[in-house]
């Protein structure tokens, strides 16, 4: 491949006297018709035998028409490449995929002092050749043009070719410039790829969507193959377009690279350094989704446990730890499943506090009373409700039952059992039952202590007995007892029992005026 470069320079240095024969260059590049070494200049950004081509620089200007030196011999074409003639330059052209041999033309360099041209390439430093020139040395890397070149005229020049063992992606000449620059012209018909081995047809992928792995933000490219890979040359990673070395991914790199970018994949053939054609795959960070659930509202003490949601509002399956408790406020832990990528969830449920009752019985005005009472002041009786139910029905919804007036009402039969319920005013409800065999409130006239646990004792359990006294029928005092339930059943104090006969009592109440009285006492079966 040729590279053409041509240098001139746009003012003498020295008065001259041009010769009707040479074209006046005191104030620009003479112009030629012929010697027309280079036909086309390659004017980047532009894709020529399939060589995608861009160039940077600085101290580098177009130059529009062309030029010619050593007498003609040598000329660039329209749209060469004016660089140097501000001071020094930096040219640096980029080849997709690489290039090697690439040929150029010299004009017009310096005047009377070389100017100076230094190639360098990515790949390793270049042998430069020439297949003619004048007033110009070749050392290494380097050409110096123009020195000993005759004042007025169109400077040194020549055609070189530049060369690397491995072939190149990166080409950059710089030089400190002067002697009013030079041209450079680029070759169109020394573009072409090198026989490279990783192909011209770009990579068709497993895949070209990847997205990351859950709770992360990088993906795994190395995880995507492809089905045409020319012979052993391997599949390589790059974050731009144009695969380079610049943009190049190590293959660890390609392993973690961040997710939510393209990256380019590309078959790269390392020996000759260059590339196939590349294909882009798009990377996505996979969103990570917090689990919504409906609030609980607070739940009563002791009421039945219960399973929450294993399925979240918006779509996400897990498990919750602990266990609902309706004993105590607890939070709970939502574990989404490891096929959903989403992040726990924790709820805190309240249990409200626990309260309870009891129910007492007691007979006023010869009626049996049942009254709820709350235990240790766990609720406030005037904001709570109750319900009294038995059969299935809702007969009371007071705190005070009477049930002489409800069994007499009713002609119900005894033993009977009700539900005795409070709602606390959080709205928790405790049920208890509670059952009546007898609603007897009077004083008894005798009692049959024969052992068949019918009538067997003096039973004032109702009448909240403050003491009780019993006289024989000599007035005798043969038993008493304080804060009296139902505890004789015929004897003295001293446990002796006391023959059958008529007996008297003195009762105290705590709630009302003393009675007297008299009970007979009957042992016979």
């Not at 992360?216 to 052993?232: C, E, F, Q, R, Y």
């Not at 996505?284 to 929450?308: A, R, S």
């Not at 007691?362 to 319900?387: H, K, Q, R, W």
Request: contains cysteine.
């Amino acid at each position: 491949m040729l590279f053409l470069l041509s240098t001139s320079q746009f003012y003498a240095q020295n008065a001259y006297t041009i010769p009707p024969s040479e074209p006046n260059t005191s104030n620009s590049h003479a112009l030629v018709a012929g010697g027309n070494a280079c036909s086309t200049s390659v004017v980047p950004p532009t894709t020529i035998n399939g060589v995608h081509i861009t160039a940077t620089s600085t101290g580098v200007v177009t130059y529009p028409t062309p030029f010619s030196s050593c007498s003609g011999t040598y000329v660039t074409p329209s749209n060469s490449i004016h660089m140097g003639s501000s001071g020094s330059f930096t040219y640096t052209l980029s080849f997709t995929p690489a290039v090697n041999n690439l040929v150029f033309v010299l004009t017009a360099a310096g005047h009377t002092n070389n100017e100076i041209f230094i190639f360098n390439t990515n790949s390793n430093v270049p042998t430069i050749t020439s297949s003619g020139s004048c007033y110009t040395t070749i050392t290494g890397n380097t050409i110096y043009s123009g020195g000993g070149s005759p004042i007025g005229s169109d400077g040194g020049g020549g055609i070189f070719t530049v060369t690397t063992t491995t072939p190149f992606t990166t080409l950059t000449i710089t030089g400190p410039g002067g002697s009013a620059g030079s041209l450079m012209a680029l070759c169109a018909s020394s573009v072409g790829p090198v026989g490279c081995l990783a192909g011209t047809a770009a990579p068709q992928l497993s895949t070209t969507t990847i997205t990351s792995v859950c709770y992360t933000s990088i993906v795994n490219l190395t995880s995507i193959t492809a089905s045409n890979t020319p012979g052993s040359v391997p599949l390589a990673w790059f974050t731009g377009a144009v695969p380079s070395a610049a943009n190049q991914l190590t293959q660890a790199q390609a392993a973690v690279a961040p997710s939510g970018n393209t990256y380019y994949a590309a078959f790269f053939d390392s020996a000759n350094n260059c590339y196939s054609p590349p294909t882009a795959v798009t990377t996505i960070t996979q969103p990570v989704t917090t689990p919504t659930f409906d609030p609980i509202n607070p739940l009563c003490y002791g009421e039945p446990t219960f399973d929450l949601p294993i399925l979240s509002n918006n779509g996400v399956y897990g498990t919750w730890f602990p266990s609902v408790s309706t004993t105590q406020t607890t939070s709970y832990t939502f574990i989404p499943f490891n096929s959903a990528c989403a992040t726990e969830y924790t709820m805190q449920i309240e249990v409200l506090d626990d309260f309870d009752f009891d129910v007492i019985h007691y007979c006023l005005d010869n009626d049996f009373i049942m009254e709820i009472v709350p235990l240790a002041d766990s609720f406030a009786m005037g904001d709570a409700t109750f319900n009294w139910e038995t059969n299935g029905l809702n007969v009371g919804s007071n705190a005070t039952f009477n049930a002489t007036d409800y069994i007499n009402s009713a002609s119900a039969l005894l033993p009977i059992d009700f539900n005795v319920s409070v709602t606390n005013p959080d709205g928790c409800t405790k049920t208890k039952p509670v059952n009546i065999s007898s609603i007897y409130c009077g004083i008894q006239k005798g009692i049959s202590v024969n052992g068949d646990e019918l009538n067997d004792s003096f039973d004032l359990t109702l009448l909240n007995v403050k003491q009780l006294t019993i006289f024989n029928r000599y007035g005798m005092k043969v038993y008493d007892k304080d804060n009296y339930v139902d505890e004789w059943h015929g004897q003295t104090n001293n446990g002796e029992p006391l023959p059958d006969g008529t007996y008297f009592y003195s009762i105290e109440f705590d709630n009302k005026s003393p009675e007297t009285g008299w009970i007979y006492l009957n042992r016979q079966k």
